[in-house]
């Protein structure tokens, strides 16, 4: 089955940093890729997602790329604010099954 | 639409009893999926089901987890006996097409088993 490898499990910035987070993935039949971030005591919330046709997709301060042939896709944000302070978690579709399977999140600290 | 909606939000109860955990996913929503998220453990899928049927239960921790979709509309996750080890924050999330659509996540239950 697919398994999602995160990493850093933590990573702090200085505000108006750029922050990366990689996860890579084991199934070559995975086709989608999303990024939830969860604010302290909130719920998983989408901020950006990729599918397999398509190698980079941005939106504002934050970006998704991903490698097929390296089976590996990255977060990217530009200009962290304090805002931007959560656990971001990666997730990759489980090939012919229905669910995601999530990386084990990046915790991420952006200091003003 | 409101979203998914999960009660009770908190839930605090003694080891040995009987634990019920609700959602009601988004209408028009086929997948419904059942996580358990602990320090620990990270983010772990438990079970989800395809219209109303259970597809995957290879998370389920053991017999005395068990849930159920009788409708469209509603999902229980139940815990028979519950052990201090089960205290965890529950979350109910729904798609549209499974893993090729988001996932909308509840705001989760935090249970609590003293």
């Known amino acids: 089955g697919e398994n999602v490898e995160q990493h850093p499990s933590t990573l702090s910035v200085q505000e108006g940093d750029s922050a990366v987070i990689k996860c890579t993935y084991s199934d070559s039949a995975s086709n989608y890729f999303p990024w939830y971030k969860q604010e302290l005591g909130k719920r998983p919330q989408l901020i950006i997602d990729?599918?397999?046709?398509?190698g980079e997709k941005k939106d504002q301060r934050i970006a998704v790329t991903l490698n097929k042939t390296a089976k590996h896709f990255s977060l990217h944000i530009t200009e962290t604010q304090p805002e931007d302070s959560a656990v971001y978690f990666c997730?990759?579709?489980?090939?012919?099954?229905?669910?995601?399977?999530f990386g084990k999140g990046t915790k991420l600290s952006v200091k003003p | 639409d409101a979203g998914v909606i999960q009660s009770p939000r908190h839930e605090v109860t003694e080891m040995g009893q009987e634990v019920t955990l609700r959602c009601k996913p988004i209408?028009?929503?086929?997948?419904l999926f059942w996580y358990r998220q602990t320090m620990m453990r990270g983010l772990e899928l438990l079970i989800y089901?395809?219209?109303?049927?259970?597809?995957?239960d290879s998370g389920m921790p053991e017999d005395r987890f068990s849930a159920k979709m009788p409708n469209a509309s509603f999902s229980t996750l139940k815990i028979q006996p519950s052990e201090p080890r089960d205290s965890a924050v529950y979350f109910c999330a729904s798609s549209f097409g499974g893993a090729r659509g988001e996932q909308f996540f509840g705001p989760g239950t935090r249970l609590t088993v003293l």
């Open positions: 990729i599918r397999s046709n398509v």
């Open positions: 209408s028009g929503h086929d997948y």
């Open positions: 997730a990759a579709s489980s090939g012919s099954q229905g669910n995601l399977i």
């Open positions: 089901f395809n219209n109303n049927v259970p597809i995957d």
